[in-house]
């Protein structure tokens, strides 16, 4: 039986009854850039006019900082398509973003790392 929140929209057998690029009428290109690890977060104010049933859904879920691939993965949908979505809530102003902060790389090859990765290989093993 399929969740109460996706009502009729799912079905155990069929899967999801409304297609994916449906629910972001068509649109494949986001009107803002996302990175899967960007974080969005609602800013309080409610979109001017109602965007729909999944609109409602991504907005309910970024009540504190959630990545773009978690609410993906929570309203089961594409990427683009939830990026689209989460730009239509950013351009009303209902969202708000983070892009995530660059994390100083390690050396490829730094010994201690390396050694590091090859003791804990060799304790799983």
């Given at each position: 039986?399929?969740?109460?929140?996706?009502?009729?929209?799912?079905?155990?057998?069929?899967?999801?009854?409304?297609?994916?690029?449906?629910?972001?009428?068509?649109?494949?290109?986001?009107?803002?850039?996302?990175?899967?690890?960007?974080?969005?977060?609602?800013?309080?104010?409610?979109?001017?006019?109602?965007?729909?049933?999944?609109?409602?859904?991504?907005?309910?879920?970024?009540?504190?900082?959630?990545?773009?691939?978690?609410?993906?993965?929570?309203?089961?949908?594409?990427?683009?398509?939830?990026?689209?979505?989460?730009?239509?809530?950013?351009?009303?102003?209902?969202?708000?973003?983070?892009?995530?902060?660059?994390?100083?790389a390690a050396s490829p090859t730094d010994r201690d790392l390396l050694e590091a990765v090859l003791h804990g290989?060799?304790?799983?093993?």
């Open positions: 039986m399929a969740d109460a929140r996706d009502g009729m929209w799912l079905d155990d057998a069929a899967g999801r009854l409304v297609r994916p690029y449906t629910v972001s009428d068509g649109r494949t290109r986001p009107s803002a850039h996302f990175d899967l690890l960007t974080l969005v977060m609602a800013t309080g104010t409610l979109p001017q006019k109602y965007l729909g049933p999944e609109h409602d859904q991504v907005l309910g879920l970024c009540g504190g900082p959630m990545s773009v691939a978690e609410v993906a993965a929570h309203v089961r949908l594409p990427a683009v398509v939830t990026k689209v979505l989460l730009s239509d809530l950013v351009a009303c102003g209902a969202l708000t973003t983070r892009a995530p902060r660059p994390v100083e290989l060799r304790k799983r093993l």
